[in-house]
Every structure is written in structure tokens, then in C-alpha cells.
């Protein structure tokens, strides 16, 4: 039978992997909000320049609240947990389809 500490530590892992995953998500987003901006293959029509720095300070804000709440679960739980299979997903630009 599992301990309560252990339980505990196993429930607070959980939270922190699940954690890590939403930050990798908002920091794909946020990326791609920054390489929507910058790259006029990817740049939608009838977007102004203001909504697309609106768009990024958004995504970067999103990013940084879930950053700080993985750290937070982090510093709890007291070690880094192992990835889990999280990981960035591939990238999708049109324009880096013809390099190679």
C-alpha cells in the first residue's frame, strides 16, 4: 500500500508533468504568433501590424503564467519530473517547405 507522502509526490508529479505540457503548448504558440508576424508567407490577409503584436503579447503572457506554474509545482515537488513524451510539435511554415 502506498504511503500518503508517496501518493502525494506521485499526485504533485502529475500536476507538474501536466503543467509542463501546457507551458510547451503556449510557448509553441507564442512562437508561432512571433513567426506569424515576421514571415510574410505566413502572414494572414487583412491582418494589421497591432493585431499581430497583440496577438504575441497575448501568447507570451499565456506562456509565462504557465512557466511560473510549473516552477512553482517544480519547487514544490522538489525535482524537475521527466519529460512524459512532452515535446514541441513540428513546425509548419509554407516557406520552409522549398528549403532542403
Known sequence: ????????????????????????EALASWERALHTASCPACW????????????????EAVKE?????FRDLCDELGY???????????EGCPSASGAG
Open 65 to 69: 503564467r504557465r512557466r511560473v506554474v
Open 1 to 24: 500500500m502506498a504511503k500518503a507522502g508517496e501518493r502525494r509526490d506521485s499526485a504533485l508529479e502529475s500536476q507538474a508533468v501536466s503543467a509542463h505540457r501546457a507551458y510547451v
Open 80 to 90: 524537475l519530473p521527466d519529460g512524459h513524451g512532452v515535446a514541441l510539435p513540428p
Open 44 to 59: 494572414p490577409e487583412g491582418t494589421t501590424e497591432e493585431q499581430h503584436l497583440l496577438r504575441c503579447a497575448s501568447a
